[in-house]
Each structure stands twice: as C-alpha cells, then as structure tokens.
C-alpha cells in the first residue's frame, strides 16, 4: 500500500514544502496527487486565502505591521503543509514562514536548522545556499524559543546574498516552523526587520 503524503517522514514534507516555496509565484508541484493549476495560482494570490494560510501557522497581526505585506499563500492538505511569503517594502526583504504538521516529538529545533541551513533558502524570487555562516543565536516568538542562524549564500548564477533561518518546535504542539529572510542581493541582511515582525506575533 502507498503511503499518504501527510505519513511521510517529516524532513521529506519540509523539501517538498520548500520546493514548492521556491517556485510559489509559477509553479505548482503534484506528488502522489493533483493539483489544479490555475486554481492554485488564482488562491496564492487571493487575499483572504494568504490569510487563512497565514492564520493556520501563527497568530500575525492584523493589520500587519507598516512596511509588511503578504504576498503568497498556499495550504498543501494532503502534506500539510501551509506557506505564506510577506515582503518588507522599504528594501523589499522577503519573509518566508512555513508550517509543518507532524508527529515527531524526538526531533528538536536545532537539528532541523541544521539540517535547513544545510538545504539554503528557497523563495519565489531566489534560490541560494549558504557559504558563510555570520551568526547564531535565538529569539523569542510568541513565548517560544527559535534558534537562529545568518549569513551569506550563493546562487547557481553567482549572485551574493544575506539570509537567516529560524526553527521553532512549538511545546505541546505537533508541528514545525521555519523561517526565512533573504535581503536582495547585494545587500547586507537587516535583521531588525525581520525580528521586528517575530516579536510582533501573539500566538502559534
């Protein structure tokens, strides 16, 4: 019998998850299912959906902060899986949070940001991995603890940037988040901005 796509093992949902993260904006991935294309890229961009995604991974708040927007949002059911991608408008920083359900107590946080700065970041508009490691440390979101780890990555054309990771495992929660900020490239990472928006979430 063939195994649900919500029964894979969890690092196998996060790389199809960030897979279909990375090409959002034009691509729709199908893996053991269908997805209607046009629909999906319809809803991705639709308003109230970006914010049924964004209210299924953390408590945002409402109205987003000035300088924030959403951009693209998808809720993958069958690997549950939901994404939502803001831009800070002033140096068009990109913000990509992605939520994970699952049921894998002895993972903790940073194992799997390990294991993501290791994949690099994916957005709509850039794939890149890191080549130096600048910063870790850990913030607090919503009452949790969210290591972090910053630097400089590459794309496959050469192109410069400056991004930063986060994990967070949720106590008492089945379900896993991590964060990704890349500035365009060229210029340097404004961490301000991104933590800024992390503290400003209530819940998750």
């Known amino acids: 019998m063939s195994e649900k796509p919500g029964c894979l093992p969890l690092w196998s949902r996060i790389i199809i998850g960030l897979v279909i993260a990375a090409f959002s904006g034009t691509m729709i991935f199908a893996s053991k299912c269908v997805f209607d294309i ?12 970006i914010a049924m995604c964004a209210g299924k991974i953390a408590d945002f708040p409402e109205p987003l902060p000035e300088g924030y ?5 998808l809720d993958l059911q069958p690997f549950q899986i939901s994404i939502v991608t803001l831009e800070h ?14 049921q894998t107590p002895d993972v903790d946080a940073k194992s799997l940001l390990s294991r993501a700065y290791d994949y690099g970041i994916n957005t709509p508009t850039a794939s890149a991995h890191f080549t130096d490691l600048k910063m870790k440390g850990e913030i607090t979101v919503a009452g949790e603890t969210a290591p972090y780890m ?8 050469g192109r410069k940037y400056e991004g930063l990771i986060a994990c967070i495992r949720p ?4 379900k896993t988040i991590l964060i990704y900020a890349l500035e365009p490239p060229g210029k340097p990472l404004n961490t301000d901005i991104c933590f800024d928006l992390l503290k400003k979430i209530k819940k998750i």
């Open 89 to 102: 408008a002033a140096d068009q920083q990109q913000m990509v949070f992605f939520s994970v359900r699952d």
């Open 171 to 174: 106590k008492g929660q089945k």
């Open 150 to 157: 910053s630097g400089q990555l590459t794309d496959r054309e």
């Open 69 to 73: 927007s959403y951009k693209v949002g």
């Open 38 to 49: 046009k629909e999906l890229a319809r809803l991705a961009v639709d308003p109230a959906y």
